[in-house]
C-alpha cells in the first residue's frame, strides 16, 4: 500500500514535475481529463498553446480560465485569431473536437473559432453535461453532422456561434426554449428544413444569422415577437411565400438581409411612418418579388444601403426616396420598374452608388441629378431613356468615376467633356449605343481607366496609340464597331509593368486586319480573355503567344491566320477554350496540346490541317465537327489514318 502511494507520488513529480513547482494546485481530474481528451484530439497545433499545457495546474493554461472559488475550469478560449503587439495573427488547429469537453462540466464558454480544421461533431450530450455554457462558439472550423436535440437544455447560453462549418440537418426546435440566447450566427452552414416557429421565443434575440444554408418554407410570422432584434440575416436560403407583415413590427432592427431566396408578392412596409425607424441596411435583392415599391418608402428614414434589385417590381419609383437622407447605395436594377427618375433623388446628398439598369425608365433624367454631389458610380443602362446624347452634367458631377450608359440611346461621337471630368474616370460602359466617329485620342490620358466598354457601336477608325498608356487598364471590349487597322497597341498595354493588370481584351466582329504578330510580346501576362474573331487578320501566330499563360479563354475564329499552330500554345496550361475554327492554319496539330487538361471546348473546323490528331485525351474526346472541313486530318475522333 504505501509502495504504491510512493510510486504514485513519484511517478507525478516526474511527470509533472514543473506544475508542482510553480503552484501547489493541481485542478480538478475531470477538468484535467477533459482538456486531456481535448489536447490529445489535436494533431497539429501551428499556435504551440498546446505544447505549453503542462502539468496539472490546468488554471495556469493559455486559454483556461477558471473559478476563484471552486477552482473547476469555467472557459476555453484558443481562438484561431491571435492578435499580438496589434496585430492579428491566424492559426490553425487541425484534428477533432473530443466529445470529452462536455467533461468539463463548469464550463461557461467554449471559444474555438476560427481553427480553421478542427473536425468532428458538436458532442450529442453537450446540454446534458454543460448546464452553465453561455458561450458556444466554433465558427470556421470543419464540424460536421447536426445541431444536438440537447443543446435545448443549455438554458443560460447566450451566443450560438457556428458558421462556417458544414452542420447539416434542420434546425431543432427545441432552440426555442433558450430564453437567454443574444445571438445565434449559424450561417454558411448546410442545415436544411423550415425555420422552426419557436425562434420565435427567444425573446432577447438581437441577432439572427442564418444565411446561406438551405432552409425552406416560409418566415415565421411571429418574428416580430422577437422586440429586441437588430439583425436578421435569412439570405441565400431557398425560402418562399411572402414577407410578412409583421416585420414591420420590429421596432429595433437595423439589419435585415432576405435577398437572394425565393420570396414572392409585395414588399409590406412601411405601411405607415415611424415604422422600424432604425432600419439601415435592406437587401431583397435576387427574390420574386411583385408589386410597386412602397410610395411610402421614403419613412424608412435611417436607410443607408437598399437593394431591390432583381425582382419583378414595376410602377415608379416612389418621389418619397427623397426623404432617404442617410442613403448611400440604392440598388434597384433587373426590375420593370417605368416612369421617370424623380426629381426628389437631387436630394440624395449622401448617395455614393446609383444603380437602376435594366428598368423600363424613360427619359428626360431630371436636372436635378446634378446635385448629387457624392455620386461615385451611376448605372442608368437599358431603360427607355433614349437620351441622344450624354447630358453635360453627368461629366460635371464632382465624384463620378464609374459612368455606365449602355443601351441609352447615345448618339454621335464620344463627347469630349468626358476627357476633363473632376474626377477621375475609373470605368466607362458606353456599349449598345449609336455612337460614331472614331476613338479619340485623348482617351490615353484617362490615365485611371480600368474598364471601357464601347461595344456594340458604329465606331470606325483605328485604335489609337495613346491607347499604350492606359497601364491600369483591366478590361477592354470594343467588340461590334468598324474598327479597322493594327490590335498591336492593345498588346502594347502595360509594357511598362512588368504584369499588366490588362486580363480581358474583346475586339471581336470588326475590320482588324493586322498585328498578331505582336501577340504575347508585351507584359499582358495576366490576360485570360481575348477575343479577336470575325476579323480580317492576317499572318500567323507567333511563338510569343505560349507567353500569356494564364488564358483561359482565346478565341481567334473567322480571320485569315495562317501557317502553322506554334508548339508554344501548349503551354498555355490554363486554356479552357480554344476557338481557332475558320482560318487558314495549316501544318500538324502540334502534339503538345496532349498537355492542355483543362481544355473542355475547342474548334480546329474549317482550316488547313493535316496529318494524325496526337492520340490521347482531350483530343479524342471533342466532336467530329472540331476537326471537320480540315485538308487531311485522321485519327481519333476522324476515321484511322492509313499507313
Ligand atoms: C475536414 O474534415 C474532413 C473529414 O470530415 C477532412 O477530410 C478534411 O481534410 C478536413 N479539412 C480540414 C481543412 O481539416
Ligand atoms: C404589431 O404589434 C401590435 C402590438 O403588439 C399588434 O397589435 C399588431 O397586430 C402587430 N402587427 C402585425 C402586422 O403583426
Ligand atoms: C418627406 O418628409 C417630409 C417631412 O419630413 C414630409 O413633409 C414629406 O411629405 C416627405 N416627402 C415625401 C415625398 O414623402
Ligand atoms: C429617341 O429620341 C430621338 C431624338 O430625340 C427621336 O427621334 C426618337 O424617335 C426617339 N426614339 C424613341 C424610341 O423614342
Ligand atoms: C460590354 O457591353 C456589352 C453590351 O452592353 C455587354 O454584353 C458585355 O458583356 C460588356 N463587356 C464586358 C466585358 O462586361
Ligand atoms: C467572340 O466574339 C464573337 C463575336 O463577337 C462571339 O460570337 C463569340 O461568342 C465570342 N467568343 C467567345 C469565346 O466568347
Ligand atoms: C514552354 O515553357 C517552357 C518554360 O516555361 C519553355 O522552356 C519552353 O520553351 C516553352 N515551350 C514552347 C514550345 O514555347
Redo the contacts with the bound molecule.
Keep these: 500500500m504505501a509502495f504504491k502511494l510512493l510510486w504514485v507520488v513519484v511517478f507525478t513529480i516526474l511527470t509533472y514535475g514543473e506544475g508542482l513547482r510553480s503552484t501547489s494546485e493541481v485542478c480538478n481530474p475531470s477538468d484535467l481529463k477533459g482538456l486531456a481528451s481535448f489536447k490529445s484530439g489535436i494533431i497539429e497545433d501551428s499556435s504551440d498553446r498546446l505544447t505549453k499545457w503542462v502539468g496539472l495546474n490546468c488554471c495556469k493554461w493559455e486559454g483556461i480560465s477558471c473559478d476563484d472559488t471552486s477552482g473547476r475550469v469555467t472557459e476555453i478560449r484558443l481562438p484561431g485569431f491571435i492578435s499580438t503587439d496589434g496585430f492579428l495573427l491566424q492559426s490553425q488547429m487541425k484534428g477533432w473536437l473530443s466529445p470529452s469537453v462536455a467533461l468539463i462540466s463548469s464550463l461557461e464558454v467554449i471559444d474555438l473559432g476560427g481553427l480553421i480544421g478542427l473536425s468532428g461533431t458538436i458532442p450529442t450530450f453537450i446540454g446534458f453535461r454543460l448546464p452553465k455554457l453561455r458561450k458556444l462558439i466554433l465558427y470556421s472550423n470543419n464540424l460536421t453532422g447536426p445541431l444536438p436535440e440537447s443543446i435545448g437544455k443549455l438554458s443560460n447560453l447566450e451566443e450560438l456561434v457556428l458558421y462556417e462549418n458544414q452542420l447539416s440537418g434542420s434546425l431543432p426546435s427545441i432552440l426555442g426554449s433558450l430564453k437567454n440566447l443574444n445571438r445565434v450566427l449559424l450561417y454558411s452552414n448546410r442545415f436544411t428544413g423550415m425555420i422552426p416557429d419557436s425562434i420565435t421565443n427567444l425573446k432577447n434575440l438581437a441577432q439572427l444569422d442564418l444565411h446561406s444554408n438551405s432552409l425552406s418554407g416560409h418566415i415565421p410570422?411571429r418574428i416580430?415577437d422577437l422586440q429586441f432584434l437588430e439583425e436578421l440575416d435569412l439570405s441565400s436560403n431557398l425560402l418562399t411565400g411572402s414577407i410578412?407583415?409583421?416585420l414591420?413590427?420590429l421596432t429595433a432592427i437595423s439589419v435585415l438581409y432576405l435577398d437572394t431566396n425565393y420570396l414572392q408578392g409585395p414588399i409590406p412596409f412601411p405601411s405607415r411612418s415611424e415604422q422600424m425607424p432604425s432600419l439601415s441596411f435592406l437587401r431583397l435583392h435576387s427574390n420574386l418579388l411583385t408589386g410597386r415599391i412602397p410610395s411610402m418608402f421614403g419613412n424608412l428614414v435611417s436607410l443607408q444601403r437598399v437593394s431591390l434589385a432583381n425582382n419583378k417590381l414595376i410602377g415608379a419609383i416612389p418621389t418619397s426616396l427623397g426623404n432617404l437622407s442617410a442613403l448611400t447605395e440604392l440598388y434597384l436594377y433587373g426590375n420593370r420598374l417605368s416612369g421617370r427618375v424623380p426629381k426628389s433623388i437631387g436630394l440624395l446628398s449622401h448617395l455614393i452608388l446609383l444603380d437602376i439598369s435594366h428598368n423600363l425608365i424613360r427619359g428626360p433624367l431630371p436636372l436635378q441629378m446634378s446635385s448629387l454631389q457624392n455620386v461615385q458610380t451611376l448605372d442608368l443602362s437599358f431603360n427607355r431613356l433614349n437620351l441622344s446624347s450624354i447630358p453635360k452634367w453627368v461629366a460635371e458631377l464632382p465624384s463620378l468615376s464609374r459612368i455606365y450608359l449602355a443601351g441609352c440611346g447615345i448618339q454621335g461621337k464620344i463627347p469630349h467633356f468626358l476627357q476633363t471630368t473632376p474626377s477621375p474616370i475609373q470605368e466607362l460602359d458606353l456599349s449598345d449605343n449609336d455612337l460614331s466617329g472614331s476613338i479619340p485620342t485623348w482617351l490615353g490620358s484617362l490615365t485611371q481607366l480600368y474598364s471601357l466598354n464601347l461595344s456594340r457601336n458604329s465606331l470606325a477608325s483605328t485604335i489609337p496609340d495613346s491607347i499604350t498608356k492606359l497601364q491600369d487598364l483591366g478590361m477592354l471590349d470594343l467588340h461590334s464597331n468598324k474598327l479597322t487597322g493594327s490590335t498591336s497597341q492593345v498588346f502594347e498595354i502595360g509594357h511598362r509593368f512588368p504584369d499588366g493588370s490588362l486580363t480581358y481584351i474583346d475586339l471581336s466582329d470588326n475590320s482588324f486586319s493586322s498585328g498578331i504578330d505582336q501577340i504575347g510580346t508585351g507584359a499582358q501576362i495576366g490576360i485570360r480573355f481575348l477575343n479577336l474573331s470575325n476579323n480580317i487578320l492576317q499572318g500567323s501566330l507567333p511563338s510569343s503567344i505560349g507567353r500569356l499563360k494564364a488564358m483561359e479563354i482565346i478565341d481567334l475564329s473567322s480571320n485569315k491566320l495562317g501557317s502553322n499552330l506554334p508548339d508554344s500554345l501548349a503551354n498555355l496550361s490554363s486554356l479552357q477554350k480554344m476557338k481557332l475554327q475558320k482560318n487558314r492554319f495549316s501544318g500538324k496539330i502540334p502534339s503538345g496540346f496532349l498537355k492542355l487538361i483543362k481544355l473542355k471546348d475547342m474548334d480546329l473546323s474549317d482550316n488547313l490541317l493535316v496529318g494524325e490528331i496526337p492520340v490521347g485525351k482531350p483530343l479524342s474526346d471533342f466532336p467530329i465537327s472540331c476537326y471537320s472541313g480540315n485538308r487531311g486530318l485522321c485519327g481519333k475522333p476522324l476515321t484511322p489514318c492509313k499507313l
Design positions: 410570422h416580430a410578412p407583415l409583421s414591420t413590427n
